[in-house]
């Protein structure tokens, strides 16, 4: 691995403030084509945030905050709308609801909401560090690890979540091989995963998501990491439709299982997986693939984007304050006790 | 449902035999096209077997009989060759293996030959109807079942494996509504399994195939239903990539497991799962879909397209000659000595 390919993640941002306008990569024309959207209100922000433009939920929490700035600067007196219209873009990810909690805090004022956002947007990365070096210091030697969905730079402020795990035991030696399930039906990890892998010369395999329970019967596989976009108080863990799927054939197989997620992941005001809400999204992205129709006219189809990993089928999870193993209700409010 | 619907599946024919050559359904451009492939020669038909262009274990077994009859027609002195080259189209599906024997039995007269070929055909038309009526007596009352790849006519002589079993259970009353998994990467359940369960009008719904566990959650499907390329003598099933994952979330949910396929599928010389050869196909299948890339070029992929489901996951076995609940080695060996 040369000293580029290792810092070059740094180069990756999805999310850029340009003082008047928020820049956000286009997510939904990677890696065929690096190109920008300019969002220059609060809706715009809210159309990319549920467009999937921007996507991963530290990401749109921080685009969210962006948005607020926007709202403040151009439109204050719709600061209130811009706030409800922002925090409906999409329902799952709670770090959305948190960081406009956070952002509604700080009143009207646009400079005090600016430095509100990149205060957003700086304990992000730096909270992806830590929870690296934190969720590295857990996978043992020369481990195979799957991962799904795309937790990178790209979804966060930059290195990543459970890619930034990766990215952590990488470096150290750890990890001897990635394997990333493609992430039906938007193909996060096809598309995007593998896209961020190979820029930072990390050895790693795509697989159909269905591959998964056949890989680990192969032995190739010893931990399964993801991030996650909400965490209840009793460490029950909603993710990316198929993780649930992931934890119970890694949990079948002897695999073990953790969740990479900022405490702004975690919800204590949801008591249990059952209360979140999951986001049905349009049927129109399972009845094709890429823009091109694959099935019959008059099909029917049920395109759930996330479900729940009950916590008793993870084997850690990794927050910037600490690590949970063998995460109950107990073992969470221990985690913000002793993080105060 | 009105009559028409109800035997619509009657006019699917994916393998016709046409005198002097073989006509096939073209199932790489379904549903958006109904094109034929004619096959003049047993190396066209290997070609079609091996590109997908006829596909399902019980069809393949069918179209390699009908190339033996277009050798013994036209090249009768590269019979042997045509033999070798027909088995070698496709290593995981035994029913090819098996119709390929049946055919070496008979010897070089083309008539012959072309007498067996048809009475294969046939015969897996019959067997289809029997195991239609044996498992959906399994089924129960009002039950949602989960489906994946195609099993249908087009993968069959006609009715289908656990598409007949569906047929047959919908036909009964016993079905409330069916869930096909799009099965990547071919996408057989969106493009195949959808078309053909609409065009019967049975209630279909299309899921992620990393959707499966969460919809068992939901309490939606009391029973997975697939087909088998190959079974093991102790009952361990090969079958598409994906059914083995299916398998271990049916069972972590307490939902059940059928596999339906003829007795040509079962391998009494194969002793378990382990001594059966799992197809690799191209890493291109994944990077892609019709033409078009959706992965950075220089990435690696792993395309296995098949798996094993261990006997002890699965709550029955359907064939023609009876069910086998409970699968292992005694009770696959009772099921051919009874039907002697």
Redesign the interface.
């Known amino acids: 691995m040369n000293a580029s390919a290792a810092s070059s993640h740094d180069s990756i941002r999805a999310v850029l403030w340009q003082g008047d306008h928020l820049r956000l990569l286009d997510q939904r024309r990677l ?2 084509e690096e190109t920008y959207v300019d969002c220059r209100s609060a809706a715009e922000v809210a159309t990319a945030i549920h467009d999937l433009t921007v996507r991963g939920a530290p990401a749109i929490g921080i685009a969210a905050a962006w948005g607020v700035v926007l709202a403040a600067q151009n439109e204050p007196e719709r600061l209130d709308a811009a706030l409800a219209q922002l925090r409906s873009a999409r329902p799952t990810a709670v770090n959305l609801m948190w960081a406009l909690d956070r952002m509604k805090r700080v009143g009207a004022d646009a400079a005090a909401l600016a430095r509100e956002a990149q205060a957003i947007q700086d304990e992000d990365l730096a909270a992806n560090r830590r929870m690296g070096e934190l969720g590295a210091a857990l996978l043992g030697d020369g481990v195979g690890v799957l991962t799904h969905c795309n937790t990178g730079s790209l979804a966060t402020a930059g290195y990543g979540t459970a890619l930034g795990v990766i990215r952590a035991g990488f470096a150290a030696g750890c990890i001897a091989r990635v ?1 990333a ?5 938007w ?1 996060q990890g ?2 995007l995963t ?2 961020e892998l ?1 820029r930072d010369g990390i050895p ?12 680990m ?1 192969s032995g190739a596989v010893q931990w399964v990491v993801v991030g996650a976009d909400r965490i209840a108080a009793n460490g029950d863990t909603a993710n990316k ?2 993780t ?2 992931l934890a ?2 890694a949990r ?1 197989h002897g695999v073990k299982f953790m969740v990479v997620a900022p405490s702004s992941t975690v919800d204590m005001a949801t008591a249990s997986g059952s209360d979140i809400e ?1 986001e049905l999204r349009t ?1 129109d992205e ?2 094709g ?8 006219a ?7 984007v996330f ?2 990993t009950p916590a008793a089928l993870i084997d850690a999870i990794v927050t910037e304050r600490g690590v949970v193993e063998r995460p109950d209700a107990a073992r969470m409010a221990e985690l913000f006790r002793r993080a105060r």
């Open positions: 890696p065929a394997y399930g493609e992430t039906r039906p193909l096809a598309r593998i896209w190979l790693a395999t795509l697989i159909a998501d269905s591959a998964a329970a056949h890989l019967r439709i198929g649930y799927q119970i054939t079948h999951i049927p399972l009845l693939y890429a823009g091109q129709r694959t099935v019959v008059g099909a029917q189809a049920w395109n759930p479900d729940v």
